[in-house]
């Protein structure tokens, strides 16, 4: 999985991309060592290696990010989003999931123990029933996209909620001309409603 990391105003988030491959784990928490506080995860991938997901969705929940998908997030990808507290999703994003598979994409004995550890987990992390059926009844070679009704039960907002990350080489100079619009807006705000009541 490729990681990068983005910086804003209210700290970093780091950007998860492509397949999620043994090792990523160890990868994705490295990042948690620099000064930079990290609030969210933007994501978009297939899945992959569904250990090496789950740890990485352990890890979101104990760290409280903010996951945002924002292409398709399928299978180990979904698990992460789901396991989270605050989810949000842009207009075009899908979540997909399905049953635990084993290495040849089907089923056995293992992988159905696997299915049903995960929904009781699921369960316990106050993930919607609706969504833990569906993962459950859709076999593993295939894939079932959470509807509407399942992200409103999820309480997911439609919306990029770190929209002031500026990359990389951003600097502190940045965030403090945007907090200066941002109250240099809300004064002139103010000052227009204070103009609009004297008038009456």
Do not use: W
Not at 13 to 32: A, T
Not at 33 to 44: N, V
Not at 50 to 67: S, V
Not at 136 to 142: I, L, S
Request: with cysteine; charged share 25%; proline share 2%.
């Amino acid at each position: 999985m490729e990681i990068s990391r983005a910086s804003g105003c209210t700290g970093d988030v780091l950007r998860l991309r492509g397949d999620i491959v043994e090792g990523d784990y160890v990868r994705f928490r490295s990042y948690f060592s620099a000064q930079r506080k990290i609030t969210g995860i933007d994501l978009s991938s297939k899945g992959g290696n569904l250990y090496e997901g789950f740890r990485i969705a352990i890890f979101t929940r104990q760290k409280g990010l903010t996951t945002y998908v924002s292409g398709e997030c399928d299978s180990a990808c979904a698990f992460i989003f789901l396991a989270s507290r605050k989810r949000y999703i842009s207009e075009r994003a899908t979540i997909g999931v399905h049953s635990v598979a084993n290495s040849h994409g089907g089923e056995d004995s293992k992988t159905i123990r696997d299915t049903i550890y995960l929904a009781r987990l699921s369960a316990k992390l106050g993930i919607p029933l609706s969504t833990i059926g569906r993962m459950v009844a859709t076999p593993a070679g295939k894939i079932s996209f959470l509807s509407e009704g399942d992200l409103s039960a999820l309480k997911v907002v439609v919306r990029d909620p770190f929209e002031d990350r500026v990359g990389e080489k951003s600097s502190p100079q940045d965030c403090s001309s945007n907090q200066t619009t941002a109250a240099s807006d809300l004064e002139q705000s103010a000052s227009e409603a204070a103009s609009s009541v004297a008038a009456d």
